[in-house]
């Protein structure tokens, strides 16, 4: 039986893959390697949704090739787990794995050579629920949540959610290294990097408080991952410079 | 926007229940019989006063709470300028201590309200003079607090004008516009105390360089977020008296009426999340400064409501 733990520990595997072939490591098919190597086939097809568009990143932001085993691999945790519900009465927990999957689908879809399955493809609806920031404690948790959505080549109603909503983000990263919740921190600096990257100003400045959550936010993979992106989009070039 | 009516209803409330625990349990504040200028430990109860002296000054200035409370807040004055007997006290500690603000700062909330002592006045006239005085190193936020009083007081109309008002705002945490994730709870008092000073508790609104004002309307949603989670209610409190200061308020219903739910019925807001003490004097000890302010933070806020 597969458990928590070891959900977490094929997450954990597969973000330190992701992270060496971001940072040069070889890595071609990685995403295959990690699957046909794991002892839990189940556990290791869960991390790929996990990380999501995330598995795409050495390719975006590295320019590593994007191997078709790995287009098929990530095909497969597609077609492994139901695509939560998303519709009006969708919890917004299940609104949030539909945007990633969504997000995971829009980068298979371009990359992947049968493109991805059509039940993700589809915007889970229009973001409604994310385009009220007034709570924006709670909108910022769950962009949070979506962190996965803010890199380069991914454009949709979440993103123009946050081109709108830079002070909330500022405010949410605030509220996050104040309250020592550091992978929260972290993801939402990730999203104020993306606005930066996209030119938009900000009412804070990413590069010191990155630099802070580096130091405080642990050591986790998924962490890294999280850093190692947005390392690339507060240096990175504008975005026309992006392969896409 | 202006400040909304519910906040101006739980001001009311906070404002006049205050008042009425401050003015009930004044003789817990009393200063021991035989108190000379030399104070051994003045925070202990020489500076508690100066705060209900404060508190009382705001609500007569103000004049926004009904005439009972305003008998009430006069009747407080007058018990606390008895305290200091009437004003020897503080001419004696001044006078023996030419570098310290203290006297200065307890004196100013008398002179807003017309109590004044004519050799304190010519004393501190001729220490305004003083290079000496000026040169004292001071926090910058303690700087703003001396040159406030001096204010209040009329000492800056003497020759050579007032301060350089946002020199001394520069000076300060607030003034540098830093990382607002960087504050931690000491730095929040001085940051209050800042804008205390610059807008003279809510009388000025454009007393803070514009700059700083969208500075603080930016992140005081979070501070007050996190203290509030904290439950640490005297600096939510000072929280909420800096968004009543603002040139455009920043007052959000649930956070006045989380505090106004706060307070007890005789009026005591608790400093914090710990459980009050029964004993009244530990009650007083512990939590007059959270009482003080909670007056303070209604009476601002519904001069605001009121357009003043």
Known sequence: MTTRADFAAATDELANRVLGALRGAGGTALVARHIDSAPDTLAALAAVRVLGADTFSPHLLAGTPFHADDAAAVARSLDAFPTPAAGPSARPEERTVAWRDWATAQLLARFGENGAPPAAAEPPGAADDLADTTDWQGWSVRMAQLATLATPGLDGPVHETARRAALPLARGVTRSVLRRDFPTAVRLVRWLAWLGHEGVDLPLDPAPVHEHVRLLGGASPRTALDLAVTDHLLTARPPEAVRT | ?308
């Open chain 2, 1 to 308: 926007m202006t400040v909304p009516e519910p906040v101006a209803a739980a001001a009311r409330s906070m404002a006049d229940r205050a008042l009425s625990w401050l003015h009930a349990n004044r003789a817990l504040g009393a200063l021991p019989p035989g108190t000379t200028e030399e104070l051994a430990d003045p925070d202990s109860v020489y500076k508690p006063l100066g705060e209900t002296t404060l508190a009382a000054s705001l609500l007569l200035r103000d004049g926004v709470a009904g005439p009972g409370q305003l008998a009430a807040a006069q009747s407080l004055m007058d018990f606390t300028w008895d305290q200091f007997r009437q004003g020897d006290m503080l001419y004696e500690r001044q006078l023996r201590h030419t570098l310290m603000t203290d006297p200065l700062e307890v004196y100013a909330p008398f002179v807003r309200c017309g109590y004044r002592h004519a050799d304190l006045d010519r004393l501190l006239a001729h220490r305004a003079r003083l290079r000496s005085v000026d040169g004292v190193e001071l926090l910058p936020n303690r700087r703003l607090a001396a040159a406030n009083a001096a204010r209040v007081v009329g000492l800056d109309r003497e020759p050579g004008g007032g301060p350089d008002w946002d020199a001394l705002a520069r000076a300060t945490w607030l003034g540098a516009r830093p990382e607002p994730w960087a504050i931690n709870w000491i730095t929040a008092y001085a940051m209050t105390h800042t804008v205390f000073h610059l807008t003279d508790w809510g009388r000025l609104p454009h007393g803070m360089p514009p700059d700083l004002t969208a500075y603080v309307r930016t992140w005081l949603p979070v501070w007050i977020d996190i203290w509030r989670e904290v439950q640490q209610w005297d600096l939510v409190v000072e929280l909420l008296i800096v968004g009543a200061s603002l040139d455009e308020p920043y007052c959000r219903p649930e956070d006045w009426e989380a505090v106004a739910a706060l307070q007890h019925e005789d009026g005591l807001v608790p400093r914090d999340g710990d459980p009050v003490d029964d004993d009244p004097r530990e009650r007083f000890t512990d939590h007059q400064h959270t009482v003080v302010v909670t007056a303070v933070a209604g009476s601002v806020a519904l001069a605001r409501a009121a357009g003043r």
